[in-house]
């Protein structure tokens, strides 16, 4: 019970945004995997790059504010492989990707 209650009271616990913003992130985490499922044609290029830069800045803010935030960075490294993984099919489904293997296979 005394651990329960040094969490409760911890400056990273459920008593403040350095918790609850992390657990409103995880939603993007389960956005992109559910969107693995669709087609690349409904990938938004643009959307999904925006989120990687997103992810990224925020690991940097998670891993420099005091106290550091281990939520909030396990949260936006999730997110970054789950949206570099959407941007490689997005790639791959415009083209981006395939002409590098198709200009090996010609020589």
């Known amino acids: 019970m005394a651990s329960f209650r040094a969490f409760l009271n911890s400056p990273v616990g459920p008593k403040t945004t350095h918790f609850w ?3 409103a992130n995880w939603g993007f985490v389960v956005a992109g995997l559910v969107d693995m499922k669709k087609p690349p ?7 999904t790059a925006a989120m990687c830069v997103y992810s ?6 998670a891993w420099m504010v005091q106290p550091r935030n281990y939520l909030l960075l396990a949260c936006h490294v ?3 492989t789950v949206q570099l993984y ?3 099919r ?3 489904g415009q083209g981006y990707l395939q002409q590098k293997k198709d200009e090996a296979s010609s020589e």
Do not use: D, H
């Not at 044609?41 to 959307?47: A, D, L, P, V």
């Not at 990224?56 to 803010?61: A, D, E, K, P, Y």
């Open 21 to 23: 913003g992390p657990v």
């Open 41 to 47: 044609e409904m990938i938004s290029g643009n959307m």
């Open 56 to 61: 990224g800045l925020f690991m940097r803010f």
């Open 78 to 80: 999730s997110n970054e």
């Open 86 to 88: 959407q941007l490689s």
């Open 90 to 92: 997005w790639a791959k």
